[in-house]
């Protein structure tokens, strides 16, 4: 079964109607002073204004317009939602190699009409991996990107296996057939893209590895201009292969003894994955994390991932504290969040961040509060908590104790966050997923291999595996682990009826929690559709200081917070929101204006 026929037609007037290519413009982020907040996982490559897309029978929403394309296909081919999602993945990893790809994981929630499943694709740590991995010879955790780039932070990728086990239970179309978007793409070249470009012209390290170097560079070291045909013939080889053989064929055999190669003899910084650890990867199936919300009248059933991600947890804690306090009261002010409703979440986020430092990792490595992750989302324990907030900021937060159990662990250290890509689809058959999908920080580790980049995942562990009293940090390195993920794939359903109301989430590293409670506060505590949702500034704490969108806020905005005490910081947010709502007549999807996503159905 072949669908690359019409690979360019629709896109053709969508990209007419979004002028993604004339209008999009370059932004450099300046470096980070050492008290700065974490900066944001990709660059700022300009705004484009989204008018959001009604469909009728099926919809799917990427960071990419090919890849969106891809997605279309398949679902009007007749195929699943999972279906979809393999082609829209597949595409992604190659024009949008910065943030997710065959080196990487993913994070899959899927409801078929009745049931909830959460597929867990998440790297892990290589088995010889030990609490030392990012301390220096001096014993102290490492400078970042000394950590990041090269073999040492790449972790076992789990993306594919993870798709691979959810087609076997919900794909419609052969596997095979997936791919075939991508390889064309792949061997026929597809035009560099103004947000590839930006992201390449302000990366000082890809340049160093000489696969990286040859492929995304020009023959003086410049990267290839908007518009340049790239073309992929490796890659193209490895999906031919994966198409042919499943998973097995990335995981074993001559492309994992690559993968192997490259992170193990890596010149400065070499890695510890063995074949043995790619062989042995297994994806999981947990089960998802729900919790109920009242959104005024409407009571609201939202699910997400549990650990090792941290997402739905701190979502649930700041949507549960917020809903303690008179934010439901406060609407929107001249189209933005007002000064004192914008003091309540950020002092909901300081302290669900706080409980998330010190709770939050993968759960076959420690046990959650109170013998349950639902500890953390308890009524009594978030009215608790919400007593915490005053007239004045908490600046920072302190852990609270959930089921009366004080942890034995350290708070982990702030250190930066990175990555990923979102992927909402809704098909013919009653299916819907969520999908966030990831290679950490921009262009991974930098180590190209096969044509893919491999992650560098093992650095959303704590660098620092214990306090200074030697007190273990939870989410420390350990052999065979997943680390802490702020990945926040969520379905939204009415509590009374079952009805999926949205599928949403966003890239953004720890911000992606505080990108996709935006989209759930503007659609259901403000009324908006999913784009109106979408297009509202950013803001959030982690725990610090109160982090606002450039540009987005007035001056009386900012010098409310100030007054409250907030140490208040106007930083670029480059979210990449993705999300489709149930209306009356069929959906309705809304991609953000920041990125190059775009929505599509019939």
Same mark, same amino acid.
């Given at each position: 079964m072949k669908l690359t026929s019409t690979l360019a037609r629709p896109l053709h007037s969508a990209l007419l109607v979004l002028g993604i290519a004339a =209008?999009?413009?370059?932004?450099? *982020?300046?470096?980070?002073? !050492?008290?700065?907040?974490?900066?944001?996982?990709?660059?700022? !490559?300009? !705004?484009?204004?989204?008018?959001?897309? &009604? =469909?009728?029978?099926?919809?799917?929403? $990427?960071?990419? #317009? *090919?890849?969106?394309?891809?997605?279309?296909?398949?679902?009007?081919?007749?195929? !699943? &939602?999972?279906?979809?999602?393999? %082609?829209?993945?597949?595409?992604?990893?190659?024009?949008? #190699?910065?943030?997710?790809?065959?080196?990487?994981? &993913?994070? *899959?929630?899927?409801?078929?009409?009745?049931? =909830?499943? &959460?597929?867990?694709g998440r790297e892990t740590a290589p088995l010889a991996a030990d609490k030392g991995l990012f301390l220096g010879a001096d014993g102290k955790p490492l400078p970042f990107y000394d950590a990041v780039v090269g073999g040492r932070s790449v972790g076992v990728p789990g993306v594919l296996r993870m798709l691979e086990d959810a087609h076997r239970q919900h794909g419609k179309l052969p596997w095979a057939s997936l791919f075939d978007p991508a390889i064309t793409l792949a061997e026929q070249g597809f035009k560099v893209s103004p947000r590839l470009n930006t992201l390449l012209a302000g990366d000082p390290h890809l340049k160093k590895d000489p696969v990286a170097l040859a492929y995304f560079f020009d023959a003086a070291g410049k990267p290839w201009p908007v518009g340049h045909r790239l073309k992929n013939p490796e890659l193209a080889g490895?999906?031919?292969?994966?198409?042919?053989?499943?998973?097995? $064929?990335?995981? =074993?055999?001559?492309? %994992?003894?690559?993968?192997?190669?490259?992170?193990?003899?890596?010149?400065?910084?070499?890695?510890?994955?063995?074949?043995?650890?790619?062989?042995?990867?297994?994806?999981?199936?947990?089960?998802?994390?729900?919790?109920?919300?009242?959104?005024?009248?409407?009571?609201?059933?939202?699910?997400?991932?549990?650990?090792?991600?941290?997402?739905?947890?701190?979502?649930?804690?700041?949507?549960?504290?917020?809903?303690?306090?008179?934010?439901?009261?406060?609407?929107?002010?001249?189209? *933005?969040?007002?000064?004192?409703?914008?003091?309540?979440?950020?002092?909901a986020s300081r302290l669900a961040f706080a409980d998330r430092a010190q709770y939050l990792a993968d759960p076959d490595f420690v046990n959650p509060p109170g013998g349950s992750w639902m500890s953390l989302l308890d009524a009594d324990y978030l009215t608790e908590r919400a007593r915490l907030i005053g007239p004045l900021s908490l600046k920072t937060a302190k852990p609270g104790t959930p089921g009366q159990v004080k942890s034995s662990y350290a708070p982990m250290p702030d250190q930066p966050e990175y990555g990923t890509s979102h992927i909402s689809i809704v098909d013919a058959h009653g299916n819907a997923l969520a999908m966030t999908t990831t290679i950490e920080d921009a262009f991974g580790a930098r180590q190209m291999v096969k044509g893919f980049l491999l992650n560098n995942e093992l650095t959303d562990f704590s660098f620092s595996p214990s306090d200074a009293q030697g007190q273990p940090v939870a989410n420390r390195v350990q052999g065979g682990k997943r680390p802490r993920s702020s990945m926040a794939p969520t379905l939204v359903f009415d509590k009374a009826t079952g009805e999926l109301l949205m599928t949403g989430g966003s890239p953004g590293g720890a911000l992606i929690i505080h990108y996709t409670a935006k989209l759930l506060y503007g659609k259901f505590h403000w009324g908006l559709d999913a784009q109106q949702a979408i297009k509202l500034p950013n803001f959030a704490s982690l725990n610090g200081p109160s982090l606002l969108e450039e540009s987005r806020f007035p001056a009386s905005t900012v010098e409310a917070l100030q007054r409250r005490g907030a140490d208040v910081r106007e930083v670029p947010m480059t979210s990449g929101l993705q999300a489709i709502e149930k209306t009356p007549s069929g959906w309705f999807g809304g991609a953000d204006p920041r990125r190059e996503g775009l929505v599509m159905g019939d």
């Open positions: =209008t999009l413009t370059g932004c450099a *982020l300046a470096p980070r002073a !050492s008290n700065a907040p974490p900066v944001q996982p990709e660059q700022a !490559s300009g !705004s484009v204004d989204k008018p959001g897309w &009604a =469909t009728r029978q099926f919809s799917v929403a $990427a960071a990419n #317009p *090919l890849a969106t394309q891809a997605g279309y296909q398949i679902l009007k081919a007749g195929g !699943s &939602a999972v279906d979809a999602a393999i %082609a829209v993945q597949m595409v992604l990893g190659l024009v949008e #190699p910065q943030s997710s790809g065959l080196g990487g994981g &993913a994070f *899959l929630l899927h409801h078929n009409g009745r049931i =909830t499943e &959460a597929f867990d490895v999906l031919r292969r994966i198409a042919a053989e499943g998973a097995r $064929a990335l995981m =074993t055999g001559d492309i %994992a003894q690559a993968m192997v190669d490259k992170v193990r003899q890596h010149p400065t910084n070499p890695g510890r994955l063995t074949m043995d650890d790619l062989a042995r990867y297994k994806a999981q199936k947990r089960e998802p994390l729900c919790h109920d919300h009242e959104a005024g009248t409407r009571r609201l059933r939202i699910c997400g991932m549990p650990p090792p991600s941290s997402g739905a947890i701190a979502i649930g804690q700041i949507l549960g504290i917020l809903g303690r306090t008179q934010a439901d009261q406060i609407p929107l002010a001249g189209g *933005l969040p007002d000064p004192h409703w914008l003091h309540l979440y950020t002092e």
